[in-house]
């Protein structure tokens, strides 16, 4: 696959301005890694709150970066500049790629995605960082889905090094070449997968937090089940990881898994993850999931 993703960047049109729509957990994330590797780019949110959230966590994140003496205050200001905040669609004129990381919600993103390709040039590139769902059925509603494909970080987006370029049944090699240099030059190992709900990672992720799910329901202390996760070898157990990934995020992209594979993920009754859904248990993001954060 390496192979695969090393021969499209060679026909790859250059990426120098980028915008992210949704300052979330994600948005936030990959504004600060496009800027931290020096690629200007856009962080479009519908609420001001979030992008000061977003802009809260790169400053953070930079700030890290000089205490461990990488980079000098004023290396950091420059980064920093690289982030341009927006709650409007005004600059989008002159993007090359956009990744959209809106909520994990198919009509939400179906809106922003239409929205958004009326607002940028004929080849700029749309890539979406869902989680679940298929590129072939968010490519729908697109007037270009030839310049459409899935461009899927992983969380937290500084640490984690891999990157799923999503190839939809229209999408152009351009698309796919403009896509995996991006990652390249964000300092990630893009690999090029095909559609299918879940892709590569969270088909095989998303039936793990499902196991997990029912050994709690059926008693287990949840607690216990990350300490033996992380003994077999995992840097972190699975109800430490869903309170990384966000509850709502993970009950939002289960339904879209469900959908995709009902014999294998669709559940009667209510999972261990949706009920902590229920109570407002989102995770880190709320600061109480399975755990509680100060
Ligand atoms: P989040 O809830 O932290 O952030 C979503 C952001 O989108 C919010 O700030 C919200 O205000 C904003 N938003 C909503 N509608 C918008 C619009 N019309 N225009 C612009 N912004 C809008 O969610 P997240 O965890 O960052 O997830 C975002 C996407 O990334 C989802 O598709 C999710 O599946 C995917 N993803 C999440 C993770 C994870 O671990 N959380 C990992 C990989 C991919």
């Known amino acids: 696959v390496k192979k695969k993703a090393s021969k499209y960047e060679k026909q790859a049109q250059p990426v120098k301005q980028t915008a992210v729509l949704g300052a979330g957990i994600m948005g936030g994330g990959i504004a600060y890694q496009s800027a931290s590797k020096g690629t200007p780019i856009l962080m479009k949110d519908i609420k001001d709150d979030a992008i000061e959230l977003g802009l809260k966590e790169a400053r953070k994140l930079f700030a890290k970066q000089v205490e461990r003496k990488k980079l000098t205050t004023e290396q950091m200001a420059e980064k920093l500049?690289?982030?341009?905040?927006?709650?409007?669609?005004?600059?989008?004129?002159?993007?090359?790629?956009?990744?959209?990381?809106?909520?994990?919600?198919?009509?939400?993103?179906?809106?922003?995605?239409?929205?958004?390709?009326?607002?940028?040039?004929?080849?700029?590139i749309l890539t979406s960082n869902t989680s679940t769902i298929s590129i072939n059925r968010l490519a729908q509603n697109l007037k270009r889905p030839e310049n459409f494909c899935g461009m899927h970080f992983f969380n937290p987006v500084h640490r984690m090094p891999l990157v799923e370029v999503i190839r939809g049944e229209k999408t152009s090699d351009?698309?796919?070449?403009?896509?995996?240099?991006?990652?390249?030059?964000?300092?990630?190992?893009?690999?090029?997968?095909?559609?299918?709900?879940?892709?590569?990672?969270?088909?095989?992720?998303?039936?793990?937090?499902?196991?997990?799910?029912?050994?709690?329901?059926?008693?287990?202390?949840?607690?216990?089940?990350?300490?033996?996760?992380?003994?077999?070898?995992?840097?972190?157990?699975?109800?430490?990881?869903?309170?990384?990934?966000?509850?709502?995020?993970?009950?939002?992209?289960?339904?879209v898994m469900a959908e995709g594979?009902?014999?294998?993920?669709?559940?009667?009754g209510k999972t261990a993850i949706q009920v902590m859904y229920d109570n407002d248990r989102l995770g880190q993001k709320n600061d109480k999931g399975f755990y509680a954060y100060e």
């Open 81 to 124: 500049t690289n982030i341009r905040p927006t709650l409007s669609y005004g600059d989008f004129g002159n993007v090359d790629l956009v990744v959209e990381a809106v909520v994990e919600n198919p009509k939400v993103k179906d809106a922003v995605l239409t929205e958004v390709e009326g607002m940028v040039s004929e080849n700029t």
């Open 261 to 268: 594979f009902p014999d294998r993920m669709a559940r009667d």
């Open 174 to 255: 351009a698309a796919v070449a403009a896509t995996v240099a991006y990652a390249r030059a964000m300092g990630k190992t893009p690999i090029v997968v095909n559609d299918c709900p879940g892709f590569l990672v969270n088909r095989v992720l998303f039936p793990y937090f499902g196991g997990f799910s029912f050994l709690v329901e059926q008693g287990a202390d949840f607690q216990h089940v990350d300490k033996v996760m992380e003994k077999f070898g995992w840097p972190m157990g699975p109800a430490y990881l869903l309170d990384v990934v966000g509850l709502d995020t993970a009950v939002h992209a289960n339904e």
